[in-house]
């Protein structure tokens, strides 16, 4: 996995070397977070950074400890814990681990991972962490190393979901979405990218209350890739560098001619290009032609029929956008405005749609939910 240290680059604030002491050969962060969050991603690379500016040439063994049944919040929360522990393992450092998350239908992927080869199994953790498949798990990191290396992710993927007896109907629409998710991580960023996807055991479903018929599954999809590109750009250079341009890419312009009258601190110029990039036949991809793709349309239609809730976000830079699935819909025209009037020529986006991340990714990282029903 490349580039993971400019995750402690862009994040650089540091713990204080004050509160850093060696315990019998061992230094200690012990969190009393409740959840396991982007907030505790955040303290932990503090930790890290504190050390590494204290002890600048000493390799002490680092041992993490959390509150008993701590509550992770969401699959790319412990994700990002893997990569930061898989940069410190090939540094050099000694990792232990402390904790027992609860059980959680969008976290189950946490009790096949290859945190539980960090202690007793170094190398089965570096292994793991670049390729596994156990159980309902399978992750690999993804390289751009030949032309056919998104086909054969996708063979993978598709074999994947069969063996674990995810409806045929659907298959080819989760395999569309994770396609598109990696296609963008290494293309858009030009940088490996790390995939991982786990499949619930069947399970109930209430929905407004009201206990559904039949049993369902859950999907649970994270991609990360960690570059100096964010989201947006390639769109931006697009714009910027193309003479001559659809319909379509010139209507982007007359959106933010619109839009950038708007901007504001929680609706800003990054989150608009952001939106643009998820519109239907509007791409910054290397091997899109200037008419546009049809990628984040699978996307956005598979989220907005299957996502169980709205914690389906994906952060770049410090901006989080949210997918909530109420006001996914395009208009007439294919445009989907974010906003309850669904309506992108006369509206911003609602406020509940981006935020600050409490960490800056520098890449770009996907956190995807999905449900639906089991077969019989």
């Known amino acids: 996995m490349d580039n993971i240290d400019k995750l402690f680059a862009k994040n650089s604030s540091y713990m204080s070397g004050k509160t850093l002491k060696i315990e019998k050969a061992k230094i200690f962060f012990r969190s009393k977070d409740t959840e396991f969050s982007f907030k505790t991603i955040r303290k932990i690379i503090e ?3 504190g050390v590494k500016n204290k002890y600048k040439k000493q390799k002490i063994t680092l041992c993490f400890s959390f509150e008993e049944d701590i509550q992770i919040i969401d699959k790319l929360s412990y994700i990002l814990l893997e990569c930061i522990f898989y940069f410190l393992v090939k540094d050099g450092y000694k990792i232990e681990l402390y904790w027992k998350p609860q059980e ?9 991972s290859p945190l539980l080869r960090l202690v007793s199994h170094k190398a089965d953790f570096l292994q793991k962490f670049n390729f596994d498949t156990f159980g309902n798990h399978f992750r690999k990191v993804v390289r751009e190393d030949k ?4 086909s054969k992710f996708s063979t993978d993927v598709r074999s994947f979901l069969r063996m674990r007896e995810v409806p045929e109907e659907y298959i080819e629409e989760v395999t569309d979405i994770c396609e598109e998710l990696v296609g963008n ?6 940088t490996s ?8 055991e069947k399970h109930g479903k209430l929905h407004e209350g009201i206990q559904q018929d039949g049993e369902y599954i859950g999907i649970n999809i994270a991609v990360v890739n960690f570059s ?3 989201f947006p750009d390639n769109l931006k250079k697009v714009i910027n560098e193309k003479l001559e341009v659809s319909e379509r890419y010139q209507k982007v312009m007359e959106l933010y001619n619109f839009h950038n009258e708007k901007f504001n601190d929680n609706y800003t110029e990054t989150d608009f290009w952001s939106l643009m990039s998820l519109q239907h036949k509007i791409s910054g991809r290397n091997d899109e032609s200037i008419t546009g793709g049809f990628g984040s349309t699978v996307l956005i239609n598979s989220l907005q029929k299957k996502a169980d809730n709205d914690n ?6 410090s901006r989080l956008i949210f997918f909530l699935k ?5 208009d007439e025209d294919d445009w989907i405005g974010f906003n309850k009037e669904n309506n992108i020529h006369e509206f911003i986006p609602d406020d509940d749609v981006f935020h600050k991340s409490p960490i800056k990714i520098p890449g770009t990282a996907f956190n995807i939910n999905l449900v639906m029903r089991a077969s019989e």
């Open 147 to 150: 032309p056919e290396y998104l």
């Open 193 to 200: 990218c790390l995939f991982d996807i786990d499949v619930t």
């Open 185 to 190: 991580g290494c293309e858009h960023a030009e």
């Open 326 to 330: 109420d006001i996914l819909n395009y």
């Open 312 to 317: 389906c976000y994906f952060v770049s830079g």
């Open 47 to 49: 930790f890290i950074n």
């Open 104 to 112: 959680k239908i969008t976290t189950d992927g946490v009790f096949s």
């Open 228 to 230: 100096e590109k964010l």
